[in-house]
């Protein structure tokens, strides 16, 4: 079992739709929550991280975090086809050696 | 405020050869982590360095080796290259170790393919 388990898809949905991509990890020491969009053929780029449990809202993007089931989530609202993107999840843990264990991805298309 | 450059964008060799990725960081940051991407999988940790010293190292033999300049710039090194190195290979920089990768930068990428 890997440490960090996120479905490839893809997700294909309408443009304005609620889109909700998740990930479940094993390892309880992380306590850093990344959300990264990466473009085909270029690097990722962080969206938004939390720090331990709860939410976090940036714009049309929300990032949860549920530390019990060992669950994070990132919706998008009003989802647009510039969002196309592969998504991945990432986590580290605050005291060993903060590097980051990435999920594989989602790959979400938004068709007008 | 000059982002993460990565050289080559594409690379073709030979099983066998060598090949040496070039990475600079973003002005400020003293940090910088090589990552192993291949296709349809998210990026794995090959090292990482700071301040010239190598500061982690993920599951990756020792043919992977690094070095890092003073101005931060930093090269991933590859020798003897086997097929199942072919990947997108990213740099990211940050401003300080220990962020946990909630401050790092990356580059594009160089796609090598080996043959």
């Known amino acids: 079992q890997k440490e960090v388990e996120q479905d490839p898809g893809p997700l294909s949905v309408p443009e304005g739709a609620i889109v909700s991509l998740n990930c479940t990890y094993s390892n309880s020491a992380f306590q850093y929550f990344m959300w990264y969009r990466q473009y085909s053929r270029k690097g990722p780029e962080l969206l938004m991280y939390?720090?331990?449990?709860g939410n976090k809202e940036d714009g049309r993007f929300t990032a949860q975090v549920d530390k019990s089931s060992k669950y994070i989530s990132l919706f998008i609202r009003d989802s647009q086809p510039s969002d196309s993107a592969t998504y991945l999840c990432?986590?580290?843990?605050?005291?060993?050696?903060?590097?980051?264990?990435f999920g594989r991805g989602t790959s979400l298309i938004v068709h007008p | 405020e000059t982002g993460v450059t990565q050289s080559p964008t594409h690379l073709i060799k030979t099983r066998g050869q060598q090949v040496t990725l070039r990475c600079s960081s973003q002005s400020g940051h003293n940090t910088v982590s090589w990552y192993q991407q291949a296709l349809g999988q998210g990026p794995q940790f090959i090292f990482q360095?700071?301040?010239?010293?190598?500061?982690g190292r993920g599951n990756f033999p020792p043919r992977f080796s690094g070095l890092q300049f003073p101005n931060y710039s930093s090269e991933l090194n590859v020798n003897a290259l086997e097929l199942d190195d072919s990947a997108l290979y990213l740099c990211a920089s940050s401003p300080y170790v220990g962020t946990g990768g909630t401050e790092a930068f990356f580059g594009q990428g160089t796609r090598l393919t080996v043959v």
């Open positions: 360095y700071y301040r010239e010293e190598e500061n």
């Open positions: 939390t720090y331990s449990s």
């Open positions: 990432a986590m580290s843990d605050s005291g060993g050696s903060y590097i980051p264990t």
